[in-house]
């Protein structure tokens, strides 16, 4: 990761963190380094945070400024940002978001062509420029000066496309969304209408700061309540910029990004689209996930936490199924990045063709309790690899056996290490925790 951008874009607190320098100076130089032997094309989208107009404004005038042209998505979804950039021969895509966060932080999203994240190498060219490692960038004059121009079209295309890649109508289904108060609420409803569905709604009214407050796949417990009481087939949960879908059954049962890999994993094996009959996953992903795979034959590869990671993977071996337990499950076929409706199309998919209820779709996958605790410490790299830790680690791994896991790793953002065990029972996964977290104490690592 580099000095700003880390594994998601350059995120922070609005103003604090992240400010409209830092959003003037990535637009002055991708309109720069794309428009060195064309004028470059850039689309933007943005999500329902406050400050996302005032970064959205600042990149602008960094791009026009140096002679991109611009085009508005508005309030949109990031894999809306990725299909358009790839789809409509854009030289890059930028989304304005910071995800599940509060609505006070945001980020910048970097897509490149292919409606991938963008090369880490133009990332740290960008730190260079803010930095003031790089010789200022010569500004546009006359006509070369860049223009803005509206294209909500785009996103509207996106729709038709989710639209079009459903295979039966949702009619007499009872559908409930919690859009989080952020980017789907211009469109999830208005994809399951159109199936046919009986879509029920919340959560669907941003206010700019009302954001993953209280709502949304973050807070599932909202939409479980709301799936009973309104005794609802099915539920989807989205993120603030819906790239990420937890799901709930018809029961108010919490279907996670796992039992959503399961699901749609067995389903494409079945009808022969899993490539290579594999899923990919992330090392966070539950070992109940594991053995029901091994149950049906259904091979598993395991990544880094990250999508990022997940369609690195994905794409060096043509996988067609990946994602992480959070809900960022990418459908290789269909689209470069995990999308929260998406998502939640492809699972209506299984249900209808299958003729069953997501409960019973879930039910041969037993979740193992899991238990995760972080700890700050004075230095990642000497806490994971102090010898009594590692005895520790050891220790706990060889107790569980084939019955649990125990998985410690560092932050990736933070002085933090990360203690996960996974095991029978909730106490079981308590002791362990525990048993690893008081040595790190004992040794002195801990930040006091």
Same mark, same amino acid.
């Given at each position: 990761?580099?000095k700003?951008?880390?594994?998601d874009?350059?995120?922070?607190e609005a103003?604090e963190?992240?400010?409209?320098?830092?959003?003037f100076?990535?637009?002055?130089y991708?309109?720069?380094?794309?428009?060195q032997?064309?004028r470059?094309r850039?689309? $933007? #989208?943005k999500d329902?945070?406050?400050?996302?107009?005032m @970064?959205e404004?600042?990149l *602008?005038?960094?791009?026009?400024?140096? =002679?991109?042209d611009?085009y508005l998505?508005?309030?949109?979804t990031t894999?809306?940002?990725?299909?358009?950039?790839?789809?409509e021969?854009?030289?890059?895509?930028?989304?304005?978001s910071a995800?599940?966060?509060p609505?006070?932080?945001?980020?910048i999203?970097?897509i490149?062509r292919?409606?991938?994240?963008?090369?880490?190498?133009?990332?740290?060219k960008i730190?260079?420029?803010?930095d003031?490692?790089?010789?200022?960038l010569?500004l546009?004059?006359?006509?070369?000066?860049?223009?803005?121009t509206?294209y909500?079209?785009?996103?509207n295309?996106? $729709? #038709?496309?989710l639209?079009?890649?459903?295979t039966r109508? @949702?009619?007499?289904?009872? *559908?409930?969304?919690d859009?989080?108060? =952020?980017?789907?609420?211009m469109?999830?409803?208005s994809?399951?209408d159109a199936?046919g569905?009986?879509t029920?709604?919340?959560?669907?009214?941003p206010d700019g700061?009302?954001?993953n407050?209280?709502?949304?796949?973050?807070?599932?417990?909202?939409?479980?309540e709301?799936v009973?009481e309104k005794?609802?087939d099915?539920?989807?949960a989205?993120?603030g910029?819906?790239?990420r879908?937890?799901a709930?059954d018809?029961?108010?049962s919490?279907?996670d990004g796992?039992l959503?890999?399961?699901?749609?994993?067995?389903?494409?094996?079945?009808?022969?689209?899993?490539n290579?009959d594999?899923i990919v996953?992330?090392?966070?992903?539950?070992?109940?996930?594991?053995k029901a795979?091994?149950?049906?034959d259904?091979?598993?590869?395991?990544?880094?936490v990250g999508?990022k990671?997940?369609?690195?993977?994905?794409?060096?071996?043509?996988?067609?199924l990946g994602?992480?337990q959070?809900?960022?499950?990418?459908?290789?076929?269909?689209a470069?990045t995990?999308?929260?409706i998406?998502?939640?199309?492809?699972?209506?998919?299984?249900?209808?063709?299958?003729k069953m209820?997501?409960?019973?779709?879930v039910?041969?996958v037993?979740?193992?309790?899991?238990?995760?605790?972080?700890?700050?410490?004075?230095?990642?790299?000497?806490?994971?690899?102090?010898e009594?830790?590692?005895?520790?680690?050891?220790a706990?791994?060889e107790?569980?056996?084939?019955?649990?896991?125990?998985?410690?790793?560092?932050?990736?953002?933070?002085?933090?290490i990360r203690v996960?065990v996974?095991?029978s029972?909730?106490e079981?996964?308590?002791?362990?925790?525990?048993?690893?977290?008081?040595?790190?104490?004992?040794e002195?690592?801990?930040?006091?």
């Amino acid at each position: 990761m580099g000095k700003y951008f880390g594994t998601d874009g350059f995120r922070g607190e609005a103003n604090e963190v992240l400010t409209v320098e830092h959003a003037f100076k990535v637009g002055r130089y991708l309109g720069w380094y794309y428009g060195q032997e064309h004028r470059a094309r850039v689309v $933007i #989208g943005k999500d329902t945070r406050r400050s996302s107009y005032m @970064f959205e404004y600042s990149l *602008v005038a960094g791009l026009t400024a140096s =002679g991109a042209d611009v085009y508005l998505l508005h309030v949109t979804t990031t894999p809306s940002v990725s299909y358009v950039t790839r789809t409509e021969d854009f030289d890059c895509g930028i989304m304005i978001s910071a995800s599940h966060n509060p609505f006070y932080d945001n980020g910048i999203k970097i897509i490149n062509r292919k409606g991938h994240k963008m090369e880490a190498e133009v990332e740290e060219k960008i730190e260079a420029y803010i930095d003031g490692e790089i010789p200022e960038l010569p500004l546009a004059k006359k006509e070369n000066i860049g223009r803005t121009t509206d294209y909500s079209a785009g996103r509207n295309r996106y $729709i #038709g496309y989710l639209i079009s890649l459903a295979t039966r109508s @949702f009619e007499g289904k009872r *559908v409930g969304l919690d859009c989080s108060n =952020g980017s789907s609420f211009m469109i999830a409803k208005s994809v399951f209408d159109a199936l046919g569905a009986k879509t029920y709604v919340i959560n669907n009214d941003p206010d700019g700061t009302n954001i993953n407050t209280n709502c949304g796949s973050t807070h599932i417990e909202v939409l479980q309540e709301f799936v009973r009481e309104k005794n609802l087939d099915v539920g989807f949960a989205y993120d603030g910029d819906a790239d990420r879908c937890i799901a709930v059954d018809e029961n108010g049962s919490v279907v996670d990004g796992d039992l959503i890999l399961y699901v749609c994993g067995k389903y494409l094996k079945e009808t022969g689209r899993l490539n290579k009959d594999t899923i990919v996953t992330t090392i966070m992903s539950n070992l109940g996930l594991y053995k029901a795979c091994d149950r049906i034959d259904m091979k598993y590869e395991k990544t880094a936490v990250g999508d990022k990671y997940v369609y690195e993977n994905m794409v060096k071996n043509n996988y067609s199924l990946g994602g992480e337990q959070s809900g960022h499950i990418i459908f290789s076929k269909h689209a470069t990045t995990g999308d929260g409706i998406l998502t939640s199309l492809m699972i209506m998919e299984v249900m209808l063709e299958k003729k069953m209820s997501l409960g019973q779709l879930v039910e041969p996958v037993k979740i193992y309790p899991q238990l995760l605790k972080n700890v700050r410490v004075v230095d990642k790299k000497t806490a994971r690899e102090n010898e009594a830790v590692c005895q520790a680690v050891d220790a706990v791994a060889e107790a569980l056996g084939d019955d649990g896991r125990i998985l410690v790793r560092e932050s990736g953002t933070e002085p933090v290490i990360r203690v996960m065990v996974e095991a029978s029972t909730d106490e079981l996964c308590e002791k362990y925790v525990d048993q690893v977290i008081d040595v790190i104490r004992a040794e002195g690592l801990v930040i006091s």
